[in-house]
């Protein structure tokens, strides 16, 4: 009887490991996105652009700009105006959370040392003026008075990709590359750069 | 429930269990008793086990809601109360059918959320991982579709994106629907869709920046069409659609293949009639081509696998069934350890007859099923003020077919963003876009 239940067992599990269906497939479970280069560690849901580059690169960025000699040395604080960031990648993103977290960040650390004017607002500012012009709401100041700044530096950046995609996974590279333009000379005053590169494959169900 | 039957049927063939009849009759031996309860208990576990996966499969299949015919009403209810795995399917179907009632913010928050998920699925994936398993369909996946589907979902997130201005984005979008079939199994059908280089070079020149390469890869792959100059002064950009898309369909001997079904298009070209001008625009992409072209999947190379075990461990438990049976008539009357084996190979026969009806080769047929066949594309400088566009979708002789005009009004700014139309030979008319 124990020869009968052996044969069966064995035929069974012959059964189950000629049947294995994934067999021959390269990693059938795929491979967990890496993040190649990283200060941060973090779970990484794709090979796009994610919270944590974000927040890596934004810092990064802040601090280079703080250390430039015009900023750090200016008698009087620079005025910066954020040009919407151009993306050249193949990821659809909401460019302009980068300007917004390195705006963020130098007015939180440099204390005063950089201005930045809010362009984005300028209809309302401007409705504001008139309304205070046409004496229809009070006003702490003359606003015949033409009190709006013109800027001194533009902030602006552009995220370029390389991305490759073959039957052993997807790879993309970004480059985020930050740029601060003199308004009168049209010099790019400072510039820097962060890089990520990332690689992912998924399931074989989806290959 | 149904193993006693089962057991009982074993319980009245003599052979299996009772001594030679010549010298013992009809009593049954120590040992034959003993080989019957363990023969029983192997043939209990084993309809236990089929039943449990039997079970397994029909508890993860849940239903969605019923449907009522207007995808505007399914879908979004497919996409809160259906299966999880089928949500991208109904985003996609639902944005589709948004975009052509002209419905641009409900199709932007679809497609938003579809191509989230599509860009997160690298990396282990439970569900994706049943879908390979031996005894699951390849539809337990969650579904984010094809390339061609996917390539798809970022082209009409394209057009919103250029829609709202956001230039870049549409270029980013027609980058990506380049790069869903950037793999195919064979490098000429790699990447090759027309529509999509051709806008991200439009896009490209409109930043001021150098669209040649683009340009020269649309150039390069378009088939039976002129593509028109690149223009960056066009301010109306009309994308058109048209002609039934494909469908999937499982081939053989267990369905695991997956196939597509393509039905010719009555639509063959449209016609653009607005502001004095008439344009007439000849495909340049095709679905279906693209669908076709792709060529194998990793999958169908597990779920040929699949199939393989299916009709191995059918012919086993035929031929075990049978080996036994003869071994146990064999055997009969003379020594019993030859009824036991006899037994044990009916029995294993039975249980990989089993497995063999449990596995499940089947290919995934879930498609997104109200994609059109062709795309085409018209790139018009129009004054500023209102305009209404008349399109005519044309058949084989280029005579209009009846029931596919649509009139599209809409009004073109004196400065700004372009003014994008999106007309489908299914679309609602009037429409104000």
């Known amino acids: ?178 740029q601060l333009i003199d308004a009168r000379t049209s010099a790019i005053v400072w510039e820097d750069m962060a890089e990520v590169k990332k690689q992912g494959l998924e399931d074989a169900a989806y290959r | 429930m149904v193993p006693t039957p089962a057991i009982a049927r ?190 991200e070079a439009l896009a490209t020149a409109k930043l001021g920046g150098d669209p040649s390469d683009a340009l020269r890869r649309a150039q390069t792959n378009v088939r039976g069409a002129t593509l028109p100059p690149l223009d960056p002064s066009v301010n109306v950009l009309v994308f058109l659609e048209f002609g039934p898309g494909p469908l999937k369909y499982a081939a053989g001997e267990h369905g695991e293949q997956l196939r597509f079904r393509t039905a010719p298009s009555p639509v063959k070209s449209a016609r653009l009639q607005v502001a004095g001008l008439t344009v007439t625009a000849a495909p340049v992409d095709d679905v279906n081509f693209q669908a076709t072209t792709r060529g194998g999947r990793v999958m169908d190379h597990i779920l040929g696998n699949k199939a393989v075990f299916k009709d191995t461990a059918d012919t086993v438990g035929d031929a075990a069934i049978l080996g036994g049976a003869v071994l146990a008539v064999a055997g009969h009357g003379r020594k019993s350890a030859a009824d036991e084996a006899g037994a044990a190979l009916v029995l294993a026969g039975l249980a990989s007859k089993l497995l063999a009806a449990a596995t499940m080769p089947q290919a995934d047929t879930r498609a997104w099923d109200n994609l059109p066949q062709f795309l085409s594309f018209v790139q018009l400088r129009l004054p500023p003020g209102d305009h209404t566009a008349v399109v005519e979708f044309l058949g084989p002789n280029a005579q209009p077919l009846p029931d596919r005009t649509k009139t599209i009004h809409f009004r073109v700014p004196a400065e700004g963003r372009d003014v994008v139309l999106f007309v489908s030979d299914t679309s609602a008319t009037p429409q104000h876009q």
């Open chain 1, 1 to 178: 009887m124990k020869s009968t239940i052996l044969c069966s067992a064995l035929l069974m599990g012959s059964l189950w490991l000629t049947g294995c269906a994934s067999s021959g497939v390269k990693n059938p479970s795929g491979v967990p996105v890496t993040r190649l280069n990283p200060d941060e560690q973090g779970f990484v849901a794709g090979t796009g652009i994610e919270s944590q580059d974000l927040v890596a690169v934004a810092d990064k960025m802040a601090r280079s700009i703080l250390a430039i000699p015009q900023i750090a040395n200016a008698p009087t604080p620079p005025v910066v105006v954020l040009d919407p960031v151009e993306n050249k990648t193949r990821f659809p993103i909401n460019k302009d959370i980068f300007l917004t977290r390195i705006r963020a960040q130098l007015n939180s650390r440099a204390q005063g040392k950089v201005i930045f004017l809010a362009r984005d607002r300028m209809a309302t500012l401007e409705k504001e003026r008139n309304l205070k012009r046409e004496g229809a709401v009070t006003a702490s100041a003359d606003p015949q008075v033409q009190e709006f700044k013109g800027a001194d530096y533009f902030l602006t950046g552009t995220l370029e990709g390389l991305s490759t995609r073959t039957r052993a996974g997807t790879s993309d590279y970004i480059l985020y590359a930050f």
């Open chain 2, 10 to 199: 074993m319980n009245c063939k003599p052979g299996f269990h009772v001594g030679h009849q010549g010298q013992q009759g009809f009593r049954p031996s120590v040992r034959g008793i003993r080989a019957t309860r363990w023969l029983a208990i192997l043939l209990l576990a084993s309809w236990v086990t089929l039943s449990w996966l039997l079970t397994g499969c029909a508890a993860s299949r849940s239903q969605g809601p019923p449907l009522t015919g207007d995808i505007l009403v399914d879908g979004p209810r497919a996409i809160a109360e259906g299966p999880a795995r089928d949500r991208v399917l109904w985003q996609y179907r639902t944005a589709a059918a948004a975009l052509r009632q002209g419905r641009f913010d409900l199709a932007r928050t679809l497609l938003d959320e579809a191509l989230l998920t599509l860009q997160g699925i690298h990396g282990p994936n439970p569900e994706a991982r049943r879908a390979r398993s031996l005894f699951r369909p390849e539809s337990v996946k969650p579904f984010i579709g094809e390339p061609y589907e996917r390539s798809m979902a970022y082209i009409y997130r394209g057009i919103l994106y250029w829609r709202d201005g956001e230039l870049d984005n549409a270029r980013a979008c027609f980058r990506s629907a380049q790069f869903e079939d950037s793999d195919a199994e064979q490098r000429t059908y790699a990447g090759d869709w027309v529509l999509p280089d051709f806008l």
